[in-house]
């Protein structure tokens, strides 16, 4: 492992890289990254980016959308067949058709989304600033694409009307509110934090809901031990930065096998490679752009 981190080390180097990597990332993928983050402080990196190349430690969207906001600089995704099955629920064609279908609308899309669907939306959000942005649009009739639970989370906090598509995370669809009744008898005291992917009835239940991200910050104040609604990579990066509290999954299941996919292996070889390199064509990219801007304007 110390000889592929050195490979690593020199080969971004010579080749002016940085890495970003998600929360969700092994732990020894987080170790070597420049950066480790949520979807928006990850968008937000890659744009303040000094480097000629990004490799980028996730699943497809995400290295997309740093693709789209950065077309002078390569962007590599050294595990290309890591996709979100959530991103894969809506098309373009269907954002047309619900567009067609509620022409007063304005689109919010997730940025766990295709770049197709992207061009075809207003404005994208994430898990940290999707109230935000809602709350940002001069309409009242939003239609909300592609997370059915995100939307039903947004829709709490405004008064708008949300139309929600019905795609959903598969990790987090897999936690229930009887995970969460067992996890706060089995850790007493313990706090519950949940992620907005997660269902309705887990939302009801949480003590806090937070962005990846939202959950870090939030554990560098925490006195209690925190039971964690999100998936499970998460945890290493928690115990690393905040160990004075204890970690719990808040069930045996959240893995995300996508986010699994990258290695030190598939990082250096994509770094000595320069592989798989993002390229989405111009027209989609501009539009895509737009909706990413303006989601980056409205910060979080
Ligand atoms: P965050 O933006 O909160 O990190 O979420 C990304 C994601 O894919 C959650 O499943
Ligand atoms: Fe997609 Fe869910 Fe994996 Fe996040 S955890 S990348 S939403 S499948």
New binding site residues.
Partial sequence: MANLVDEITKLKETRRAIILA???QRGEVQDIADYV??????SQKAVEADADVIVFC??DF?AESAAILNPGKAVLNPAPEAG?P?ARMITAADVRALKAQHPGAEVVCY??SSADVKAESDVCC???NAVKVVNSLPGDEVIFVPDKNLAAYTQRFTGKEILPWHGY?P??QLITAGDVLVAKMDHPGAEVLA???CRPEVIDLADKV??????IKYAREAKNDLIIG??SG?IHRLKKENPGIRYYPLSSYTT?PN?KMNTLETVRDSLRDMRTEIRIPENIRIRAKKALDRMLEVGR
């Fill in positions: 998600h929360n969700y983050g949520d979807s928006f402080g990850l996730g699943v995400m979100c959530m940025v766990n994430t898990s940290s995370c990790t987090h992620h907005p992917e937070f962005s990846t991200d939202g959950m999100t998936e998460i995300c986010m």
